[in-house]
């Protein structure tokens, strides 16, 4: 979890710096995905907390008769799966960019 607010705190700064330069449209990108990275996680997570235990995860030879996976955990875990996805692109692109630009280079 440490981890986590340290990288995010890095992240939201990329953004926000990138708002002073030629890359504004990629740092609002990366500010507003953060966000709603949050809210998908904030989602999963009291998707999963309010759950009936389901008792442990099944193996191969159990899979047939295990029960089917709630679908609204399944599409907030794939979803903040998908937009953390998003973000480490954004934030590569906003790394390279706001690197070029502050050497000079096109």
Do not use: C, M, S
Not at 31 to 49: D, H, N
């Amino acid at each position: 979890v440490g981890f986590a607010i340290v990288a995010t705190i890095a992240v939201v700064w990329l953004g926000f710096a990138l708002f002073k330069t030629r890359a504004a449209g990629v740092g609002k990108w990366i500010v507003g995905v953060v966000g709603f990275q949050f809210v998908l996680g904030f989602g999963a997570l009291l998707a999963v907390l309010g759950a009936d235990d389901r008792g442990a995860i099944p193996t191969y030879d159990a899979l047939a008769e295990a029960p089917a996976a709630p679908v609204l955990e399944v599409l907030l875990a794939t979803a903040h799966q998908a937009n953390g996805a998003l973000l480490l692109g954004l934030v590569t692109l906003g790394t390279v960019l706001g690197l070029r630009l502050a050497r000079g280079t096109r």
